[in-house]
């Protein structure tokens, strides 16, 4: 088994893979009601990889050196049938840890066939307990307890549970500390996320990214806050725990502490493109080569090829002031 590392002397160690770019929520950071609508063109389904083809590369990715599979979107449980995508992923050598981000909302319905295909977390995204708040920041009008019960049944499922919250100054920043407050005596660690600049549709503001430091300083209100070690090299949330013993909080600072520095994650869209940032403008077409009846050995070079070109460190250039353009959607490259 050989491993590899990009220009900047980062291994590829993990791969995010979207299993569809269709979502049943609208969250306005995201996929904006206005630019996602009836007539918006998702991708047709014989665009999107079947699962015998994302086995396929998840195995040679293995190879390579990935440990880690996280299944993103869109919103992956609208994908038909993903407990036996997970089935046939959890058996790949070389896979350590295998995991599923999600707005919860099909979870009552899965999370059982979800456990027992052999995933073993779920990272849940929930932006308020406020109904008006999280109404409108999900486009839908969808209530927190919809989310909240996803998450009791994941739970309930024997699923470990994370927590993303993505935080917007002015919209849901007055609403954390109940959201903290909630999930502090569970065991699910609650992370937030800066909003950031993905995509090309989501207008984006620097005025409206709540810094880590700020959030962190009015968490402290419920209890002082103590770093914990990161559990592994390129961990993306920097965790705290409650002096008092009461939970874990995270924060995603891509905006005010880039980490880009120690990224090994590499992105396959769900229609076969493999990405090497989350803000990149274009992929490599792995699909093209696939159905192009490509052997292993041709898409191990391709994949190979890819990451030791690799220089992206977006979110470091862009706090240095730079500007990019034609940014692919969060929604097409996965979360
Ligand atoms: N800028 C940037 N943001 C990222 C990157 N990876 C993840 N994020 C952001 O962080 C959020 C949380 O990612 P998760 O996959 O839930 O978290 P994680 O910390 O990678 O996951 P685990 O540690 O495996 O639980 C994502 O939804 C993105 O918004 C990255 O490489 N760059
Ligand atoms: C794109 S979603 C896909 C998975 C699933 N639909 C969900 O919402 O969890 C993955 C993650 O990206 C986060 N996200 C989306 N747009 C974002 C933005 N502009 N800034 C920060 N995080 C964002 C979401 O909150 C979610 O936690
Ligand atoms: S963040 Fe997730 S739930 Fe919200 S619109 Fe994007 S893909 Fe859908
Ligand atoms: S901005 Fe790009 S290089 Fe930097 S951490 Fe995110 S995905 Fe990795």
Redesign the pocket.
């Known amino acids: 088994m050989s491993s590899l590392s990009d220009a900047l002397g980062r291994p590829l160690r993990?791969l995010?893979i979207s299993v569809t770019d269709r979502c049943n929520l609208r969250c306005t950071y995201c996929m904006p009601r206005e630019v996602f609508g009836p007539d918006y063109a998702f991708l047709p389904r014989e665009e999107l990889l079947t699962f015998e083809e994302i086995e396929r590369l998840s195995a040679l990715f293995a190879q390579l050196g990935v440990r880690?599979l996280?299944l993103?979107g869109g919103e992956p449980l609208l994908r038909r049938d993903l407990p036996e995508l997970v089935a046939r992923l959890a058996r790949i050598r070389g896979i350590e840890?295998i995991?599923l981000?999600t707005n919860g909302l099909l979870l009552p319905r899965y999370a059982r066939a979800l456990r027992a295909a052999g995933l073993k977390?779920v990272?849940v995204?929930l932006d308020s307990l406020d109904p008006d708040t999280f109404g409108r920041m999900n486009g839908m009008g969808v209530t927190p307890e919809r989310v909240l019960e996803g998450i009791a049944a994941a739970a309930e499922a024997g699923l470990k549970v994370?927590v993303?919250t993505?935080v917007q100054r002015g919209l849901n920043d007055a609403h954390l500390l109940d959201l903290a407050r909630r999930f502090r005596d569970t065991p699910h660690?609650l992370?937030f996320?800066e909003f950031?600049d993905?995509g090309e549709t989501n207008r984006w503001q620097l005025e409206q990214v709540v810094p880590s430091s700020e959030l962190a300083a009015r968490l402290a209100q419920l209890a002082p806050l103590e770093p914990l070690q990161p559990?592994?090299r390129g961990?993306?949330?920097r965790r705290y725990r409650y002096a008092d013993g009461r939970g874990e909080v995270?924060f995603?600072s891509?905006?005010t502490a880039?980490?880009?520095g120690d990224?090994s994650?590499a992105?396959l869209s769900s229609d076969g493109l493999l990405y090497t940032?989350?803000?990149a403008g274009e992929g490599f077409d792995l699909k093209a080569l696939l159905r192009g009846a490509a052997d292993d050995e041709a898409l191990l070079a391709a994949i190979r090829h890819v990451w030791e070109a690799r220089d992206d460190r977006?979110?470091e250039l862009r706090a240095q002031g730079a500007a990019v353009t034609g940014k692919i959607e969060?929604s097409r490259i996965g979360?």
């Open positions: 993990d995010r880690k996280r993103t840890d995991a981000t977390r990272t995204s994370k993303n993505v660690a992370r996320i950031m993905v559990t592994a961990e993306v949330a995270g995603i891509s905006v880039p980490f880009c990224c994650r992105r940032c989350l803000f977006y979110s969060m979360g």
